[in-house]
Every structure is written in C-alpha cells, then in structure tokens.
C-alpha cells in the first residue's frame, strides 16, 4: 500500500475534484436561469404583457442573504485559523441568515399573492413565482448542506481539520447569493 | 491534485483496498449488494447502465415493430394482438391513440433511455478511469446515484404504459398545447406527467453522471497523460458531457413551465386558444407554444450530438486499433469534436423553420446549420484516411465502425437539404426528416455502440462474443437499415407526412402501400436478428471464450495493461504512467507500441 500512497512526482497542483465539480454544477444551474430569464425577454416583447412592482421585501432579503454572504466567509477564515469556537457561531449565523432569506421570500410571495398578483395571467407574476421559487429550492439546498457541516463541527468523534466541505459551501453559497442579485436586478430593470 | 491523494482523503471515493489480480479484496469481503446492486465500482455500473439500456432498447425496438405492423398492413387485423395490448388493439388492430402513445414512447426510449444514458453511461463509466488511468470516478458516490436515478427515471416511465389513460403520445418533443391540456388526448393525462417526472429525473442522472465524467477527465488523469495525448474516446465523452451539462438544465426549465401550464394554470404556453372536445375557450392569456419549442430544441439538437459524440469516439479508438494504423489527425479530430459542440448551441431553430421563424433570422440559422457540416466532412475524411492502406482486421467491432462511417456520410448528407429553409419548407415533418434522423443518428449511434460493445466486451466480462452470430448480426443490420430507411427519402419527398395513422385514405400516397409493408417486413428481421444479438451477449457472458491474454487486439490503451478481470481499482499496485498518446500503431515496424512504453533513444517522439 505505502508504494501506491506515497507515488512520488505525481503530486501536481490541481483544483480538488469536488470543487471543480462545484464548479461545473454552477455552470449547469446558470443554464438553467439563462433559459428561464431568455424565456422571460422574449415573452416580455408580446402584447398583453403586464409588469410587475417588486415589493420592498424583496430588498430586505437581499441585504439579508449578502450579509449571510460575509458571515460564511469569515466562518471559512476561522476554520483555517483554528478558531473553531468562532467559526461555529459564524456557521450558525449563516444558517439563521439563510432560513430567514427563505422566510422573507415566503413573505413577499404571500404579499402579491394576497394583493390579487397570482400565477394567473400573462405577465411577470408567474415567471417571477417560478424563478424566485426555483432559487429558493437552491437556497434551501445550501441551507440543508451547512446544517449538515453545522452538526459535523460538534460531533465529537469527527473532529476535521479538512477545509473542504466548507469551502464547497461557501462557494456554493456565494453562488445562490450572486444568483439572486442577477435575478433581483433582473426584475427590477427588464420590464 | 493526485489520484491517491483524492483516494485517501476523501471517504466516499475509490476502494484504497489491496487489490489482487482476480479482484478479490484484501480488506473485507464484499456483499452481493454493494457488489452488484448499490455498486461503487465504475466498471459495474457500466454493466448497469449497458443492461438497462438493453432492456429499454428491446422494448423501444418492439414498439417499432408495433406500430410499423398498422403502417404496413392498415387494413389487416392481427388478433394475438388483442391478446398481448388489451383494449388498446380491439378486434386485433392498433387503436389510434394507441399508436399515438407507441410512436412517442419509440421516441422517448431510444433517443434518451438508450442512445443518450445507455450510451454514454456505459462507455463513459467504462472507458474514462480505465483509459486515463484513475482508480475510479472523480465520486464514485455521485456516479451511482447517477445510475439510481436513471432507474428511477426508467421506472415512471415504464409504469406510465400501465395505467389506464396509457403513456404520453404526443410525440417525443412534447409540444403543446398536446402536452399541455388533458382534454387534448388521452395521452396527455396521467400518462404525461409521468413523462415529464421520468424526465425530470433523467436529467438529474444525466447532470450528475456529466459533472463526474468532466472532472474525472480533467483532474484524475495519470502521470504523464496530458490532454493531447489520451485516446479520442475520452475527448468525445468529455464533449458530450460539456453539451449535456449545459444543456439539460434548459430543457428542465422547459419542463417546470409546462408543468405549471398543466397543474397551477399559468400561461406559458397556453393562450386563449378553442379546444374542439369541449367546445370552450381556455381562460389562458398571452401564452406561446413557440416559447417551449425553443427551449424544448436548445437541448434537442445539442441532445442529437450528445448521442453521436460518443459514438465516434468509439469508432475513432476501434478503427484505428483494427487498421493497425495511427488515426488520422487526431488534432483535426479533437477540432472537430469542439467546433461541433459550440456549432451544436447555435442552430436549434433549424427544427423551427416552419413555425413562423422571422424569415431573416432562419437565414442566419440556415447558415450556422451549413457550417457543421465541415467538422462533420472533416471527420468523415479523416476515417476514410485511417482506413485508406491500413492492415485492416475485420472483427465484428471494425465491421460496425466502417459501417457507422457509412451511415453517417448517407445520414449527413440529407442534412444538408434539411439546413436549407427552402427546401425544409417542403420536406419538414415528413418522411424525409425520418429517414435522415434515423439514418444519422438512430442506426449510426447504434453501430458506433455496436463497435464498442464487440470491442471492449472482452474487458468488461473476460469472454469474447461469438464472432459467427456477431457477423450474421453485422451484415442484417446494415442491408436491412439500407432498405428501411433509404425507401423513406422517396415517401418524403413526395410529401408523405410523419406520424399519421393510416395512409389509405390519400390516393396520392397509395401507390407507397407496396412499399410501407417492404419496409414493415425488413423492419421485423432486422429486430429479429438484434435478439440474436441480445442471446450472444447474454450467452457469452456466461459460456463465451475465455480472453487468455491481457490484450489480445494488441491495442495501446491503458485499459489493456490491467488484469483480465480487473477488480475495483483497476490496476494491481501502481497506476502505470504514461509515456506517448495512444496512437503508435506501425510505427518504426512495430505493430504496436503501448502508451506505458518510454520513448526509446532515437525514437520520433509525438
Ligand atoms: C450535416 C449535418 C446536419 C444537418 C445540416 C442537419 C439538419 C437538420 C434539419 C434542418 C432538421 C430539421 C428537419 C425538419 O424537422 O424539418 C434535422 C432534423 C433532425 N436531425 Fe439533423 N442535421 C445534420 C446532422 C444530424 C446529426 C449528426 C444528427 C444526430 C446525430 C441529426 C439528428 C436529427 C434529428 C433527430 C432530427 C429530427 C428531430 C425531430 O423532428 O424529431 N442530424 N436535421
Ligand atoms: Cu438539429
């Protein structure tokens, strides 16, 4: 076995395959929305087309999901220094930041719902429903994936110091983040 | 980042057992289950994904054989007919919508149960570890699930023929409004949400089996294997999985909008059109069909490449090795494979002409649809060049690699009628497009499997095939997908539409009935000699020869360097480093130089 592990001079510098295929999903999922926004320009140039005022909620949640942005971010860092009473709370803090996001969201949604916006129609209500509710599932994947490291960084026996499930974290969580601010400026100016 | 390094760090990758040469583990034993079932193994869940493949191929070829029974014979009845389908062939004679579900499921089957998951899944999870030289996928976890989720997928879809309404029938591009009202056909009830769910989860397995291959191909090669040198199997795979991954994901979206028509009821592509079977008007408001048949053809025509991309990557490797001959510029070819992926996002509309496309902008894509077929004649020129003076050996996997170069010139070039918009105008929907989709993409990706399978079976189960049935199975198959298909350019042009029922009733086309049952009667040989098929690999893999050599068609690939029957992990010991690309055959009077084998002193390096 030594002979296998220790295989000298192969030892190139290369991004860790769980990253790069981090990378590559994220490719994958901006198809995704490039196909539904692309839908959206194209149907917004027919007759009939009724715009659609976001609500201020919308605006809360941002703030909300780009401070969840910095939170993970500093937890990333205390990770590698060590500091892993630090690192838990600033875990925990992303976690509360992204379950409220989803809450926002959930608020706004129920907003225009009740003001009579509905997926009825033709216009950017349904789109935005759908769009802004296929992000959420994203999130909430996120969110189920830092429960999972969040319970890791207390469980006794599993004590890591490998950076990579949380650095696969945050980046991917700078992603849904980034995601959403295209999405949100995106129907704030293409009407 | 090294494969062993990746091995050891990470708990869900490749096996870090012992392995000895007849694949018994060292460590611990394993159960039938994680060996066979909820496998790790990329050599298993090839045989997964090749097995279900069959199942779906046996099955989808079946239904052909149904509905061509109606075509040729519309006014004959069949009585065991009724026996096997019930009430869906009353009195022995196919009902409508029946046909309607059959012609769809055909469709759906092969085009992505068999040709794009059966396919790809089988060699990709074959050939990239074993050829770049890794242990395993870069997450062998990720892989299985993408096989799970392919059976899952398979499983709605197979229910779906079940129940009571029957399966989906409004053809495999699902367009609606078919698609999108229940009133419209039986078929588009209950059975098209299982569509939509089977394909959902389809693309769930065909995304994470891509994102594997991807970076299994870039990051898990082993030493000395840089991109220019691995064999162009492995560059064609990671072209297909690149179109896949950026393309599903379109289609998805497709998807979720038509099943929000259908269950929330938006309006995406309904609008306030009259529906004849309730004589009422839908409430829908501003809707475009159009909108889902460009997302729907985003995907569709990379979806084309994705299943011909493979396969000539195994005709690439197999013709080369059996004419004892380096292939033909491998960097025009691996320049072709790219200038095809991008071409492959930029013509979708080519399937829209007639849908009242801006006439200035089906030019634009008339000319971007031209363009693919120069990487295609490059291609084509660079087989015809492998083979030209070659030491040609006649195996049954070269048989089907020439003949896949035969197909695929005849296929291409009605293409090029199709690209034309003018002349589509007149041909499209109709026979015609059958006839060159089959020829193209249908028979030929089923040759390039073909070339594969007769090829790589000696590695995958340490037997060979029967080389008589597999020359029987050779020589039917390619007179008989002649004598289908060719027949139905002449149907087409003459304007014969795709997809009807009963022809009779059309004097203009009466005089094609002679030729529909022609047709109707190879197509049954032809799918009685793929069951031979079917029986010499079954049979073989239990009774075949045994393969005594560790490389008995004296190939270069690293896959031949590995023990008859590998066991998880691949190579006992190290993983042996790569010295030259994979296509020094008749070189220097050598018949064959092994990528492991160090360049000599005086030798010519590549
Ligand atoms: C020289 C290259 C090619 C050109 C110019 C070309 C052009 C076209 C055009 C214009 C159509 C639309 C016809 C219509 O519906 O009216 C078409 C249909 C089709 N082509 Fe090609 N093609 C080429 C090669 C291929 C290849 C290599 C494949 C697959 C491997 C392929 C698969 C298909 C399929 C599946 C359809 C029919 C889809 C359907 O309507 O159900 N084609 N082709
Ligand atoms: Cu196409």
């Avoid at chain 1, 076995?1 to 901006?30: C, D, T």
């Avoid at chain 2, 086309?509 to 690999?537: E, K, M, P, T």
Wanted: net charge positive; aromatic share 16%.
């Amino acid at each position: 076995m030594e002979s296998v592990v220790n295989r000298p001079s192969a030892q190139r510098k290369r991004i860790h395959p769980y990253k790069f295929i981090l990378w590559v999903a994220m490719g994958s999922i901006v198809m995704m929305f490039a196909g539904l926004t692309s839908a959206y320009i194209v149907k917004s140039n027919q007759p009939k087309w009724i715009m659609l005022d976001l609500p201020v909620i919308f605006s809360y949640s941002t703030a909300v999901i780009i401070l969840s942005s910095i939170t993970i971010q500093i937890a990333l860092k205390e990770f590698k220094e060590r500091k892993i009473a630090l690192y838990r709370n600033m875990l925990a803090l992303t976690f509360v930041l992204g379950v409220l996001f989803i809450f926002l969201q959930l608020l706004g949604f129920n907003q225009l719902w009740s003001s009579g916006i509905t997926l009825r129609g033709a216009g950017a209500a349904p789109f935005m429903y759908v769009i802004f509710g296929l992000h959420g599932l994203h999130v909430v994947g996120g969110i189920i994936a830092l429960l999972i490291i969040f319970i890791k960084a207390f469980s006794r026996r599993n004590r890591s110091y490998d950076p990579i499930s949380i650095e696969v974290a945050s980046t991917y969580w700078h992603f849904v983040d980034a995601l959403w601010i295209y999405l949100f400026i995106f129907f704030m100016w293409i009407q | 980042m090294s494969n062993e390094t990746v091995i050891h760090s990470l708990p869900d990758t490749a096996s870090t057992h012992d392995i000895e040469p007849d694949g018994h583990h060292g460590h611990h034993k394993e159960s039938f289950i994680t060996k066979y079932i909820f496998s790790q193994d990329h050599k298993m869940i090839c045989k997964q994904f090749l097995i279900t493949g069959m199942i779906w191929a046996i099955i989808g070829g079946l239904f052909s054989v149904l509905f061509r029974l109606q075509l040729g014979y519309p006014d004959q009845t069949f009585p065991f007919l009724e026996d096997f389908l019930g009430k869906w062939a009353k009195g022995g004679r196919i009902e409508p919508e029946f046909y309607y579900a059959l012609v769809t499921m055909h469709g759906t089957i092969l085009v992505f149960f068999v040709l794009t998951q059966g396919l790809s899944g089988t060699f990709a999870n074959f050939l990239i570890p074993l050829q770049v030289g890794a242990r395993d996928m870069a997450s062998p976890f990720m892989n299985m699930l993408s096989y799970w989720f392919f059976f899952a997928s398979s499983v709605v879809l197979l229910s779906s023929m079940f129940i009571e309404t029957g399966p989906a029938s409004g053809g495999w591009t699902s367009y609606p409004p078919l698609s999108a009202l229940g009133d419209a056909s039986l078929g588009s009830n209950t059975g098209m949400d299982l569509w939509l769910i089977g394909m959902a989860l389809f693309v769930v397995s065909s995304l994470l089996g891509g994102l594997n291959y991807i970076a299994t191909i870039l990051n898990m090669r082993t030493k000395g294997m840089s991109m220019t040198r691995v064999p162009l199997t492995i560059w064609a795979i990671f072209f297909t999985a690149i179109l896949g991954v950026l393309s599903f994901p379109v289609l998805l979206s497709g998807f979720i909008l038509l099943l929000f028509d259908r269950h929330a009821g938006t309006s995406f592509y309904l609008s306030d059109i009259y529906i004849g079977s309730t004589f009422k008007a839908l409430p829908n408001e501003g809707g475009s069909a159009i909108l889902y048949q460009h997302l729907f053809w985003f995907l569709g025509h990379p979806e084309v490449y994705i299943i011909i991309l493979p396969a000539m990557g195994l005709v690439s490797e197999v013709m080369s090795v059996n004419a004892r001959k380096p292939i033909f510029g491998y960097m025009a070819m691996v320049g072709s494979l790219f200038a095809i992926t991008v071409l492959a996002f930029l013509v979708w509309a080519h399937h829209m002409f007639v849908s009242g496309l801006n006439p200035f902008l089906g030019s634009v894509f008339v000319l971007l649809t031209l363009l693919i077929a120069v990487p295609s004649a490059i291609k084509v020129f660079n087989w015809l060049t492998t083979l030209w003076r070659g030491n040609l050996r006649f195996t049954p996997g070269m048989l089907f690699a020439i003949g896949f170069v035969s197909m695929f010139i005849s296929g291409g070039l009605t293409g090029i009628f199709l690209g034309n918009s003018t002349i589509d105008l007149h041909l499209h929907d109709t026979y015609f497009v059958v006839a060159h989709f089959h020829i193209v993409m249908g028979v030929s990706a089923f040759f390039g499997m073909f070339a594969g399978i007769y090829h790589w079976f000696p590695k995958m189960f340490g037997r060979y095939l029967n080389n008589t049935m597999a020359y029987i199975h050779f020589w039917v198959t390619l007179a008989g997908a002649y004598l289908i298909f060719w027949p139905m350019h002449y149907e087409g042009l003459a304007g014969m539409p795709r997809r009807y029922y009963d022809f009779s009733p059309w004097v203009s086309f009466n005089n094609f009935q002679g030729l529909n049952r022609f047709i109707s009667i190879v197509s049954i040989i032809v799918f009685a000699v793929q069951l031979l098929f079917v029986f010499n690999f079954f049979y073989s893999v239990f009774k075949g020869r045994k393969v005594k050599t560790q490389n008995p068609w004296g190939a270069n690939t690293l896959e031949w360097t590995t023990p008859i029957n590998p066991g998880h992990g691949n190579w006992v010991g190290e993983i042996p480093e790569v010295h030259r690309w994979a296509y020094d055959y008749g070189k220097e009077g050598r018949e064959f130089v092994p990528q492991t084998e160090p360049v000599g002193a005086n030798e010519q390096k590549h």
